[in-house]
């Protein structure tokens, strides 16, 4: 489960996650899909980036 809001800046991330995660499993490339969502904080690219599921 991804936070909701960045741990450095603030910035709200989660309302982006599945979208990313859809088109990243689809074969689009992480920084195509970072850059279309509006996601330019490096910080903010690193909750995506780095985000491993645990169940």
């Known amino acids: 489960m991804i936070p909701v809001r960045c741990l450095s800046c603030g910035k709200?991330?989660?309302?982006?996650?599945?979208e990313y995660q859809q088109r990243t499993?689809?074969?689009e490339d992480p920084k195509k899909v970072l850059d279309d969502l509006g996601i330019t904080?490096?910080?903010?690219r690193r909750m995506f980036i780095t985000?491993?599921?645990v169940w």
């Open 41 to 44: 904080r490096y910080c903010c």
């Open 12 to 18: 709200v991330v989660s309302a982006y996650f599945e």
């Open 25 to 27: 499993a689809d074969g």
């Open 51 to 53: 985000h491993v599921e």
